[in-house]
Structure formats: structure tokens, C-alpha cells
């Protein structure tokens, strides 16, 4: 199957970022969000990033405007029912995320690929929510989605071989993205380590041994990394980090796993990073750190 047609649930941070990647590979883009106001605010926010490219001599004004023109807003699933792709990109809430399926599996055909962008949850659980528990798999993206050049693919349980070729096929030729394949586990390979990272960054924070600032510098200066652990959790957003998180303390039963109580605070407290504007830092509506 060769996929021309991409569908895209959810215009948060990673939906942005996905869909614009997509549209930028040539492919034609159907964005389903729950709100009016949230598609057009997500769809601002990838014009806005379009625009930042062109100010940095990225991107020309005619490319902006033709990778928009792939780009389409909807707000029903129906809309998806031409695609041969679906990536569902909506919070780790287990119970919402299935509930998408099994609208999205009453609205696409069979022969339509529900692909999931979680970074933590079971694909097999996720399937068990549809007719076709065999076309279901995972596709994690990393953000930033336009610069990272990796994707997770994971199979679940039922996943059949035909899903999983199709799909590899698609991430390393048609998005030209390097495609690892997982085998269903809590975390995968990213997440897993990446939120470990950042809760034990919680940890020395808590215990005074450095600033957030001065943490943040010393892995980004020391260890090359693009941004320090507490201004990736802020991009991630605070609420996904949390949820991955409490997901594999619950299913690996492991101390180390167990959120910091920080991190717990600030998500109470509705600070959830770059999409409040807010979190270990302040960040400007274009999503820069103030």
C-alpha cells in the first residue's frame, strides 16, 4: 500500500509537529481536533513555526505556503475515511485514547492503518478497543518531531506483518526517518530512559545540589544535549511526563520509576510547560523561553 494521505488526531505540541513534518514530506494532511478553537490555535501554531523557519533562511515563503496548502482541518472522523494512515497524537489518558479507537475504527475502513503516537502505553490494549486489532501499531515520534530523525515503530500483540512492513516502509522512504522496531513493553526504548533522566534531575533538585538552571546547562554543555532535562520535560509537557511515568511505576512496580513529588506539583498546579506557557520555565505564546 503506498500511503499518499495521512491522518493526524490531536494538534497539541506533537500533533503540530507531526503534521507539518508529514505535509513537508509531500503528503497530503487531515488534522481531526475535538474544538474548533484548538484547531485553529494548532494550526496557527505551525504557521507560526513555518514563519520562524523562513526567518532563519530555512524555508521560502512559496514552500510555506505550499506545505499549508496539504494541510486540512476537520472536525470529524469521518473526514479520515480516504486516508491510509491514521496517527492518533491526543494526551496519555488510556481510557480517552481508547475510547478514539473505537471511533476511529468505526469511521475507517479496514484496510486503514491506526497508527498511536503514545509514548508509553500498550498497543495491544489500545487494539483490543477495534474490529481490526491486526492493522493497529505504534509510531513514536521524538520531538522536536522535524529534527529528530528517529520514530519507535511497535507492534503490538496482533500487529501483523503486513501493518509492520507498511509502516516501516512509510517512516525510513516515504518521511525518510530512521524506523527502530520495539517490542510492546512500558516505555519502549525513549521514554523509558529519557523520563528517568528527568526524575532523577527532580531528585538532585530536591536535594539542593544544583539550580534547575545550572542542571540544565550542565547536561546541555557537558553532554551535548539540545536542551537540559527540565527544559525537555517543559516540551514534552509536564502532564505526558508525569503520565508515562506513573504508567511504568505501575506496571514494572519499581522505585525508580516513582514520580518526584516536583514534578507532581506543578502539574496540579496547572504548570505543564511550553502549551501553558509555563513550567520549569516561561515560555512566550510562539513557544521561546522568556
Not at 49 to 59: F, H, R, S, T, Y
Not at 77 to 86: A, G, H, M, P
Request: proline share 2%.
Amino acid at each position: 500500500m503506498i500511503i499518499k494521505k495521512v491522518g493526524v488526531v490531536g494538534i497539541g505540541t506533537m500533533g503540530q509537529g507531526i503534521a507539518e513534518m508529514l505535509a513537508a514530506n509531500g503528503l497530503d494532511v487531515v488534522i481531526v481536533e475535538s474544538t474548533t478553537e484548538r484547531l485553529a490555535h494548532g494550526l496557527k501554531m505551525i504557521e507560526l513555526n513555518l514563519d520562524k523557519q523562513i526567518e532563519k533562511w530555512a524555508l521560502t515563503n512559496a514552500e510555506k505556503k505550499l506545505i499549508l496548502s496539504r494541510i486540512q482541518g476537520a472536525d470529524h472522523y469521518f473526514s479520515l475515511s480516504d486516508c491510509q494512515l491514521v496517527i492518533e497524537s491526543i494526551s496519555e489518558d488510556l481510557d480517552a485514547k481508547k475510547k478514539l479507537f473505537q471511533e476511529m475504527d468505526k469511521c475507517c475502513g479496514p484496510d486503514i492503518i491506526l497508527a498511536s503516537n503514545t509514548s508509553a502505553l500498550s498497543l495491544t490494549e489500545l487494539a483490543s478497543a477495534t474490529q481490526y486489532p491486526e492493522r493497529v501499531i505504534g509510531v513514536h515520534f521524538i520531538y522536536p518531531v522535524l529534527k529528530i530523525d528517529l520514530v519507535e515503530i511497535i507492534r503490538g500483540l496482533k500487529t501483523s506483518d503486513e501493518t509492520f512492513n507498511t509502516t516501516k516502509e512509510f517512516v525510513e522512504h516515504t518521511i525518510q526517518k530512521k524506523g527502530i522496531m520495539v517490542y510492546e513493553s512500558p516505555g519502549y526504548v525513549t521514554t523509558r530512559l529519557i523520563t528517568l533522566l528527568i526524575n532523577e534531575a527532580l531528585h538532585v533538585l530536591e536535594e539542593g545540589v544544583a539550580s534547575v538552571e545550572d542542571i540544565d546547562e550542565a547536561m546541555r554543555i557537558g553532554y551535548s544535549f539540545q536542551h537540559g532535562p527540565f527544559e525537555m520535560a517543559d516540551r514534552f509537557g509536564l502532564d505526558s511526563v508525569l503520565a508515562a511515568l506513573e504508567n511504568m511505576f505501575r506496571d514494572y512496580g519499581e522505585l525508580k520509576y516513582r514520580p518526584s513529588i516536583v514534578l507532581k506539583k506543578l502539574v496540579r498546579a496547572g504548570h505543564l510547560g511550553v502549551k501553558t506557557g509555563e513550567g520549569f520555565f516561561k515560555y512566550d505564546e510562539e513557544g521561546d523561553r522568556i
